[in-house]
């Protein structure tokens, strides 16, 4: 493919830190895009002719042109040029394209991996701040703040994944050939085009385009292949250097301490979608113990292998040998013969007895039998038990080195994956569980009024007093009588029943938390305490008794729960009932922040805002009733959904929010970009502890002075409200549902099959108001107007400037962390906005009468790009990355004509429609193409 020299991608999603504007580092990447795109040339011309090929280019100089001109007329004679395509010639164009972005995605990741690489050592995250930590407050000090870290990534099958993974497999080879350097005309160069010509025409020949909607059961599937990297390839390595690095500043990892570790929410998420049952949790549950039991198994056979110290030399240890008599009391596949051969070699031997109760340990949990206490592992505690035993043999017979070693080493990394590999949450939404109860208490018949037509004081009072009282609420009856509850309740009220069984069979850390969305008071997490207690998750009163085998966390989502944050979580610990709940799981209470709906209700600046300020609350009531906080926090890739930079993001909350504890989610294609090479997988977490450290440690007070603090509050309220104001005028506008239907490609989200759950909470749900955050930021980003991005932030910089507010923004742009990470966010989405491409979706797609609509959007659009520059002090965006300016100016002349193609395809499809006709097959599988190569070319979906 032709005139690919200025294409340079040092990372769409500013994920990474932007390397400066270095030809030596920009140049290599263009040519191995450039080789790609040649490769692709060949490849294209080979199945589909050169006259192919040809169109290929000559399409993408026409788009160039058009752009350059400015002119509608020019734009429309692309469009026409397109729609008059056969609709092979269509697809494949359009795939041409798409595969264009594919390749130099894959080539980018290779070069992020390099510049790592030569940047490793001292100048990188954790030694950087290791270093920083103990200058500031000492070993004591880095010790303590070691000591309390317990970072959670969350993995979960939001659907924003466009790409298959067969597409990823083979998109990771090609990174994998990438990454051995050749000089050009060498026969190594030459056989390396070979392979990578071989990879690029099985990607051509492999359908992009899923035949069927995942199940949650292939959605861990797909999560489990990068679980299993992580903990294989990646883990030991991070949790070696970390363990060396903490060491020469005086502290260390304790023994079984898991400072970062893995989570899911794909089987337990089940807010919208029917599909996650309480077989699939089991199901799921399943899958994840086995790769666990395989993960393990392959560590201890590593062992063997290095263990092989002769106790006729180190002398025997009494303990070692009890504990191996025990083990060898079960029958297993270690026989006298090879009792006697390692008779000499206990270490070997007791490795063995330790696989052979991990085998027995996945049997088990295959045939759904009872655990056999010695014959196999109840849960990941009793496989630490084991480890212990052999260091503890090994450093008190002169093996302290060998103890400390690669032993110690796979038994923290088995501490974080244990017998369930990924602690699962669960999630509901609030209203159901409301459901259940209405039926148990209507069914006791005590109250005055049916329980669904209390108030919410009234429902708190009923449910606080019903905590407290000995007595069940139903008892034995709700599982001897089908009556009782309905099919939607019993589906509901039966999760709880697999929560307890899931404990049972794993231990209690395979699911230690139920999160509740849509969470509007302390009522809704005393109702799922109340039917946690029913199923018999918790035992209250009791004295010493009293347990509670999973905690509860709110999902605070909307501006209006935002503003009341603090309000709500001190209702809850002010709950004598509650708070043992609480006291019983270590006096830590989780809150979840969501990021995405926030944003649709509000506006970017205004929930980035909320979230802020509700942060603030939470820490101080947590604080006054002395349990520890652990903010739980919803981002998704892009900006109008929480993403950005983790780094930045973690840093820029409120002083003293950390202390050690935080989780996030990762989600969609930002699985796949962070996690997909084991270099950039390592990298995502050496920043994510790295900033969480220098968070707990160093961020235990304010930046500013307090009236510094105050009044950057005040002008941020000023900010915000005028935004929040300019944002509800078009989302309250009663013609913006039309419009957005209209001028996207957000019908057709589904029909890509890439998730699970449906795109609206309920089918009765019309217009926005059922309309998930996912869907919501994919139309508009489709459609190249990236709305939840930044509209409203231009009212409200313009607002605080004309009330004399101009210097103070720019002193909080220079010392206030919070404000220069939102800003940086909005201005790169503002970057990927492109107005132009977005006025021919209107302009061809759109009823005329709502053209005015667009109009706003991009007088809204043009007034937060001047208002911008204005503070940032910069005459065009993304001046001062001049390297992400160029690569976003380069992808434009291949996105365009997929943009393009993407109008055409949808007045096709909606043309048909008009006239009652199906869409056939050909036409479907255009649309689709278009949506995945806009994908590929935003590296974002929703």
């Avoid at 993995?155 to 993974?165: D, G, L, Q, Y």
């Avoid at 459609?783 to 004399?804: C, D, H, M, N, Y």
Wanted: net charge negative; proline share 4%; aromatic share 6%.
């Amino acid at each position: 493919m032709p005139d690919t020299a200025a294409f340079s991608v040092p990372t769409l999603t500013s994920e990474f830190p932007v390397a400066g504007d270095d030809p030596h580092i920009d140049a290599p990447l263009r040519a191995t895009v450039r080789r790609l795109s040649t490769l692709l040339g060949r490849i294209l011309a080979d199945q589909h002719g050169p006259e192919m090929l040809e169109l290929v280019e000559d399409v993408r100089r026409q788009t160039k042109d058009a752009k350059a001109s400015g002119r509608t007329e020019d734009a429309l004679a692309v469009q026409e040029r397109l729609a008059a395509l056969p609709l092979e010639q269509a697809t494949a164009l359009t795939r041409a394209f798409a595969q264009y972005f594919l390749l130099a995605n894959a080539a980018e990741q290779v070069y992020r991996v390099r510049a790592l690489r030569e940047r490793a050592g001292a100048d990188s995250w954790v030694p950087r701040t290791v270093a920083a930590v103990a200058e500031e407050i000492g070993a004591d000090g880095l010790q303590a703040a070691v000591d309390s870290l317990d970072v959670r990534l969350i993995f979960t099958a939001h659907p924003t994944e466009a790409s298959r993974r067969a597409v990823l497999t083979k998109l990771r080879k090609i990174s994998d050939v990438l990454e051995t350097d050749t000089e050009e005309g060498t026969p190594e160069r030459r056989r390396q085009d070979h392979v990578l010509a071989e990879l690029i025409e099985s990607l051509w020949q492999t359908d992009e385009l899923r035949r069927e909607r995942p199940t949650p059961q292939d959605e861990s599937r797909n999560v489990l292949y990068y679980l299993r990297q992580l903990y294989t390839q990646t883990m030991p390595g991070f949790l070696g250097d970390l363990r060396e690095e903490l060491r020469v500043h005086g502290a260390d990892l304790r023994e079984r301490q898991v400072p970062l570790r893995f989570g899911s929410w794909i089987g337990g998420d089940r807010d919208g979608n029917p599909f996650v049952t309480a077989q699939v949790t089991r199901e799921v549950l399943q899958m994840q113990a086995e790769s666990a039991v395989d993960i393990a198994i392959g560590f201890v056979n590593e062992l063997i292998g290095d263990l092989s110290i002769s106790s006729a030399l180190t002398g025997e240890d009494e303990e070692l040998r009890a504990s191996l008599a025990a083990d060898l009391a079960f029958d297993s596949d270690i026989d006298d013969v090879q009792q006697h051969l390692f008779e000499e070699e206990p270490y070997r031997l007791k490795l063995g007895t330790m696989r052979a109760k991990l085998v027995a340990t996945r049997e088990r949990i295959r045939s759904g039998e009872a655990h056999v206490p010695g014959r196999d592992y109840r849960d990941g505690d009793e496989l630490q038990d084991d480890f212990a035993v052999l260091r503890g043999a090994l450093a008190r017979h002169g093996g302290k080195r060998a103890a400390d070693g690669a032993i110690a080493l796979f038994q923290q990394v088995l501490a974080g994956s244990g017998l369930n590999l990924a602690i699962l949450d669960v999630r509901e939404h609030s209203e159901k569980h409301h459901d259940v109860l209405a039926r148990l208490f209507d069914r006791v018949g005590e109250l005055e009024v049916p329980y669904l037509q209390l108030s919410r004081e009234a429902r708190t009072r009923v449910l606080s007093a019903e905590l407290a009282s000995r007595r069940p609420l139903v008892g034995t009856a709700l599982s001897e009588d089908e009556t009782i509850l309905d099919e939607a309740t019993r589906t509901t009220y039966r999760v709880f029943g697999e929560i307890r069984d899931a404990h049972r069979r794993y231990g209690q850390s395979c699911i230690e938390t139920y999160i509740v969305s849509m969470t509007h008071g302390a009522d809704d997490i005393l109702a799922v305490a109340l039917l946690a207690r029913e199923a018999g998750l918790v035992t209250l009163p009791g004295g010493d008794e009293n347990r509670a085998d999973i905690g509860f966390a709110p999902l605070l989502e909307e501006v209006a729960e935002l503003r009341h944050a603090g309000e709500i979580l001190d209702e809850l610990l002010s709950d004598p009932s509650y708070r043992e709940i609480v006291r019983l799981r270590g006096d830590l209470q989780e809150v979840m922040l969501g990021y995405s709906d926030g944003n649709k209700d509000a506006g970017v600046f205004t929930s980035q805002w909320e979230i802020h300020q509700a942060q603030r609350s939470l820490r101080d009531v947590a604080a006054r009733h002395g349990v520890t906080l652990r903010l739980f926090h919803g981002r998704g890739g892009s900006v109008g959904r929480g993403g950005g930079p983790t780094y930045d993001a973690i840093l820029a909350q409120p002083y003293g929010v950390l202390e050690g504890e935080i989780k996030f989610t990762e989600q969609g294609e930002v699985i796949s970009d962070k996690y997909m090479l084991p270099t950039l997988a390592r990298e995502n977490l050496d920043l994510s502890l790295a900033a969480v450290l220098e968070g707990s440690a160093l961020h235990t007070r304010p930046r500013s002075t307090p009236e510094q603090l105050e009044h950057f509050g005040e002008v941020m309220q000023k900010v915000s409200d005028a935004s929040f104001a300019r944002y509800r005028t078009l989302a309250d506008d009663p013609d913006l549902p039309e419009y957005f239907v209209t001028s996207t490609p957000v019908e057709q989200l589904g029909e890509l099959n890439i998730g699970s759950r449906p795109s609206k909470r309920t089918s009765s749900d019309k217009g926005l108001g059922g309309l998930r955050a996912i869907p919501w930021v994919f139309g508009w980003t489709q459609s190249r107007q990236i709305v939840p991005g930044w509209f409203g932030v231009g009212t409200g910089l313009k607002a605080a400037r004309e009330a004399g507010l101009e210097e103070d923004l720019h002193e909080m742009l220079r010392h206030w962390h919070f404000f220069r990470t939102v800003i940086s966010n909005v201005e790169m989405t503002l970057a990927k906005t492109d107005m132009a491409i977005a006025a021919h979706y209107v302009h061809s797609l759109v009823p005329e009468r709502l053209w005015p609509l667009f109009e706003r959007i991009r007088a809204e659009y043009e007034l937060t790009v001047a208002e911008m520059e204005r503070l940032t002090g910069v005459l065009n965006l993304l001046d001062g990355q001049p390297v992400l300016k160029r690569t976003l100016a380069v992808r434009d002349r291949y996105l365009d004509p997929i943009s393009y193609m993407q109008v055409a395809m949808l007045q096709r499809v909606r043309a048909a429609a008009e006239r009652g006709e199906e869409v056939d097959e050909e036409t479907q599988r255009a649309l689709l193409t278009t949506i995945n190569g806009v994908a590929a070319g935003m590296k974002n979906t929703g």
